[in-house]
Nanobody, 125 residues
Framework: QVQLAESGGGVVQAGDSLRLSCAASGRTFSSYAMGWFRQAPGKEREFVSGISRTTYSTYADSVKGRFTISRDNAKNTVYLQMTTLKPEDTAVYYC???????????????????WGQGTQVTVSS
């Protein structure tokens, strides 16, 4: 069973950048679609970005043009490069794996079977 561990969160100022990493265990990482989600206090978990097995990527409108998702299959790691951060980006960020083998990227959190523990990102104004 795949396990995920996020890192890279922190406290930054508006306009700063951060890179989140999600390291996965297991030998079949390259076959998974991976997603990043976030959850702010009092809000539902929302899709941020996802990347397919074939490195097709998609983004929520709120982060498009500011965030970039990538994956390094040799390192079993998916990244989320976040630039021009805003206070409204403050949330716990989770990575998730879609191990179903389906193609493409799903934006529904219910499509992801495995989740990391989350990493806090706080953006001050």
């Amino acid at each position: 069973q795949v396990q995920l561990a996020e890192s890279g969160g922190g406290v930054v100022q508006a306009g700063d950048s951060l890179r989140l990493s999600c390291a996965a265990s297991g030998r079949t990482f390259s076959s998974y679609a991976m997603g990043w989600f976030r959850q702010a206090p009092g809000k539902e978990r929302e899709f941020v970005s996802g990347i397919s097995r074939t490195t097709y990527s998609t983004y929520a409108d709120s982060v498009k043009g500011r965030f970039t998702i990538s994956r390094d299959n040799a390192k079993n790691t998916v990244y989320l490069q976040m630039t021009t951060l805003k206070p409204e980006d403050t949330a716990v960020y989770y990575c998730a794996a879609d191990v179903s083998g389906r193609g493409g990227v799903r934006v529904d959190s219910r499509s992801y079977e495995t989740w990391g523990q989350g990493t806090q990102v706080t953006v001050s104004s």
